[in-house]
Antibody, heavy 117, light 107 residues
Framework: EVQLVESGGGLVQPGGSLRLSCAAS????????MNWVRQAPGKGLEWVSY????????YSADSVKGRFTISRDNAKNSLYLQMSSLRDDDTAVYYC??????????WGQGTMVTVSS | DIQMTQSPSSLSASVGDRVTITCRAS??????LNWYQQKPGKAPKLLIY???SLQSGVPSRFSGSGSGTDFTLTISSLQPGDFATYYC?????????FGQGTKVEIK
């Protein structure tokens, strides 16, 4: 069974840092591009960042560029999102998702990040 | 950035009704349009990709159509498990963007 499990969320103060992880299983992780997508409480979906299967190509939304860094470790079947200079408007559920046929095919259950003093 | 606009933002319908949700892109995105269903507290689920291709395991009462800038998601006969929020998303170019969502509620 294909499974994505996010972890690392929590409460952090504005200006702080947090590292999210996404553990993948049930498929050949190293063959797929991966993404982070977030959803603020009661709001819609916002794509955050993309990484290709080999880490050779990375894209990020302007709202997080320079603050968030996506990475992956294919040997550990894991995806990461290093978040720094966190702001109140970064408060959201963060999902990792597999990208296939230009669509977000499989999603994890999400991890909540709350930025508040 | 490509803006995605859904209509309506919400609708009330009864079990068995035919439901149509529209999504418009701010520029042509060919057929790079996807539809997702999200239930409260759950992750989104891919229903339709490439405008009209049904994702594996999704009931055939869901269908998608359109190309260019105008797209439609149709539920032919609404079932109790279909009450949820639906999002369109363009896969044409980064930043990939979503519509604001359409909440389908019970009448």
């Amino acid at each position: 069974e294909v499974q994505l499990v996010e972890s690392g969320g929590g409460l952090v103060q504005p200006g702080g840092s947090l590292r999210l992880s996404c553990a993948a299983s049930g498929f050949t992780f190293s063959s797929y591009s991966m993404n982070w997508v977030r959803q603020a409480p009661g709001k819609g979906l916002e794509w955050v960042s993309y990484i290709s299967s080999s880490s050779g190509t990375i894209y990020s939304a302007d709202s997080v560029k320079g603050r968030f860094t996506i990475s992956r470790d294919n040997a550990k079947n894991s995806l990461y999102l290093q978040m720094s200079s966190l702001r109140d408007d970064d408060t959201a559920v963060y999902y990792c998702a597999i990208l296939t046929v230009n669509a977000f095919d499989i999603w994890g259950q999400g991890t909540m990040v709350t930025v508040s003093s | 950035d490509i803006q995605m606009t859904q209509s309506p933002s919400s609708l009330s319908a009864s079990v068995g009704d035919r439901v149509t949700i529209t999504c418009r892109a701010s520029q042509s995105i060919s057929s790079y349009l996807n539809w997702y269903q999200q239930k409260p507290g759950k992750a989104p689920k891919l229903l339709i990709y490439a405008a009209s291709s049904l994702q594996s395991g999704v009931p055939s009462r869901f269908s998608g159509s359109g190309s260019g800038t105008d797209f439609t998601l149709t539920i032919s006969s609404l079932q109790p498990g279909d009450f949820a929020t639906y999002y369109c998303q363009q896969g044409y170019s980064t930043p990939w963007t979503f519509g604001q969502g359409t909440k389908v509620e019970i009448k």
